[in-house]
């Protein structure tokens, strides 16, 4: 059964350089650190369930050329599942419109950081598994996460409770302009058999790391604001919103 490890925000520099009150009021930040290629780094929002929150941002503007998330705006643009992929989901992607998944072996240093210097390195040994959806896009479908180390050294356990008493991912809820739906269908059904499968809505739940459970619905828009997310005919699946544990806080 696949995995959810985790979910990507970008945002600002200044968002993770000065964290503002409507983040530090809801959830308490661990510092994260710089990535290998020192184009993007990161502070992470921990939950009890296992899955974190990468608020992700790039180094400098001109970083972002050439990058797999340079041309994507601030909001969620990426999500990943724990483990490798199964055949089952490979043979999904291999041979269709959509692509299929490239292993990408992730060895290197991560940085610890504070205010954005280095002062502590620690190994992480990881493969990453790249899916790309329609137009080879990024944040389509998922990528992967396989750690060949502890998964500790890359996600630690939270060190202290969020102020809001969020804990856990309750549901993911995805767009896709309705003519895009089908093609996703197969590959969905073969992460884990869809809970419901209607023309316009796929629902499916995803454990999560220790132990619970998190639902997706990956449907068509149902209003304005939705179509006006999605893009019209060439967009989606996008993340549109999360929600969090019981309490239903939405971000």
């Known amino acids: 059964m696949p995995q959810l490890d985790h979910l990507v925000l970008l945002v600002p520099r200044e968002v993770l350089d000065q964290p503002p009150e409507s983040l530090t009021t809801v959830f308490s930040l661990y510092p994260g650190g710089q990535h290998a290629d020192g184009k993007t780094f990161n ?42 992929p199964s055949d089952d989901v490979r ?56 750690d060949l180390t502890d998964r500790t050294l890359r996600v630690p356990p939270p060190p202290s409770p969020h102020p809001s008493k969020v804990t856990s991912i309750r549901q993911l809820t995805f767009i896709v302009h309705r003519e895009r739906l089908p093609r996703y269908r197969d590959f969905y059904s073969s992460l884990v058999t869809l809970t419901r499968d209607a023309e316009n809505l796929m629902e499916l739940n995803l454990d999560t790391p220790r132990g619970g459970s998190c639902k997706v619905v990956v449907k068509t828009p149902e209003n304005e604001m939705e ?13 549109y919103r999360v929600s969090l544990s019981e309490e239903q806080r939405k971000i």
Request: net charge negative; with cysteine; hydrophobic share 35%.
């Open 43 to 84: 502070t992470l929002i921990l939950l009890e369930d296992g899955v974190y929150i990468e608020l992700i941002a790039f180094s400098t503007e001109n970083l972002k050329e050439g990058h797999w998330w340079g041309s994507m705006p601030n909001g969620w643009i990426d999500w990943a599942l724990l483990g490798e």
């Open 227 to 239: 179509e006006e997310f999605v893009g019209g005919e060439d967009g989606g699946p996008l993340l």
């Open 91 to 146: 043979k999904s992607l291999t041979g269709t419109i959509l692509h299929p998944i490239v292993d990408s072996p992730l060895q290197g240093k991560m940085f610890h950081t504070v205010s954005h210097h280095k002062v502590e390195g620690r190994e992480e040994t990881a493969k990453r598994y790249d899916g790309r959806g329609v137009d080879n896009r990024r944040g389509n479908v998922p990528f992967w996460c396989h």
